[in-house]
């Protein structure tokens, strides 16, 4: 139904962005079929590599046999905190194996990313001049320019 639904407005749009819960569950399987790219985050921390590889077989499996157009975009690492080294660990080990495919733009730790939600708000109308805003800036600038 999402897949009819995107198809009749898709044309209106440059980009169309759906935001998924972090889970499995049929709205993001469902967001995966309708989809033709999905940008993976992962966070900066241990279990996300878990996570990671699990995502990846799902994915697999929807191009099999659903969408086979889709494509990764990219996976976006986030929450990163570079006093941590786990956060450093984690950013060395996704270069490490999945490289091209890594976007450039990390997304840090920052708390007016937190604090925009309870507000309502994107953190562009929240707090543009935030590390966390220009941090997505710069991811947009970078889709941008890759898709270009």
């Given amino acids: ?39 993976i985050p992962i966070q900066c921390e241990y279990f996300a590599l878990e996570g990671l590889g699990k995502l990846l077989n799902t994915i697999k499996s929807v191009q099999k046999i659903h969408n086979a157009d889709l494509e990764i975009e990219g996976l976006l690492l986030t929450m990163f905190d570079s006093r941590l080294r786990l956060s450093n660990q984690v950013v060395d080990e996704v270069r490490k194996h999945f490289s091209s495919m890594v976007f450039e733009t990390i997304i840090r730790r920052n708390t007016r990313l937190g604090e925009a939600p309870s507000y309502g708000e994107s953190i562009i109308a929240y707090d543009a001049t935030s590390k966390g805003a220009v941090n997505y800036l710069n991811l947009a600038q970078e889709l941008l320019k890759k898709n270009s």
């Fill in 1 to 39: 139904m999402l897949k009819k639904s995107l198809e009749k407005i898709k044309d209106d749009y440059d980009y169309i962005l759906i935001d998924c819960a972090p889970s499995l569950g049929l709205i993001t399987l469902n967001s995966l079929v309708a989809a033709d790219a999905v940008i």
